[in-house]
């Protein structure tokens, strides 16, 4: 690192570094914290089973948001205060309705949230080779021999 131009250092001094780095080890610990600290400020609390999930419910409202993130939310206003606050914090960019997340495919309907690993599969027995394969009820044949 570089010191800016006009700042003289004598030998034996040292330049604290007030703000973390991209890149460093601590960065992404930094990050979280000032995101933690940033929605404790508008009413969520972190879940105690997963530090990534925080939550605010309040009168007939409920939301979540899960780091990397998500928002579920009961109404759209909500949504809009929440990503309001965030903007100024931090630079977000609404990707709008959620379709697909680490292999989950996600469909809304007026019945409710529809969550399905689908596609997941369906790529992994494409990789296999199986896709054009007859499929049975159990996972094994009942006239196969045990080679072990």
């Known amino acids: 690192m570089l010191l800016p131009c006009g700042i003289k250092v ?12 991209y890149g460093l080890k601590q960065a992404s610990r930094q990050w ?7 929605l404790n400020k508008i009413g969520f609390t972190q879940s105690v089973y997963d530090h990534s999930l925080f939550i605010k419910n309040y009168e007939n409202s409920f ?6 993130i998500i928002l579920a939310r009961k109404s759209i206003s909500d ?8 903007n100024k914090v931090f ?11 680490l292999g989950l495919e996600i469909d809304r309907s007026n019945e409710g949230i529809h969550v399905s ?9 494409n990789d296999a080779g199986l896709l054009a394969a007859k499929s049975c009820v159990t996972p094994m044949m009942k006239d196969t021999k045990n080679t072990f």
């Open 91 to 101: 630079k977000v960019k609404d990707l709008g309705d959620l379709k697909f997340f």
């Open 79 to 86: 949504i809009e205060q929440v990503t309001q606050h965030l």
């Open 10 to 21: 004598k030998i034996g001094q040292v330049c604290k570094l007030v703000k973390s780095l």
């Open 32 to 38: 979280f914290a000032k995101l933690t600290s940033s």
């Open 63 to 68: 939301t979540m948001l899960l780091v990397d």
């Open 117 to 125: 690993q689908r596609k997941y599969a369906l790529d992994i027995v």
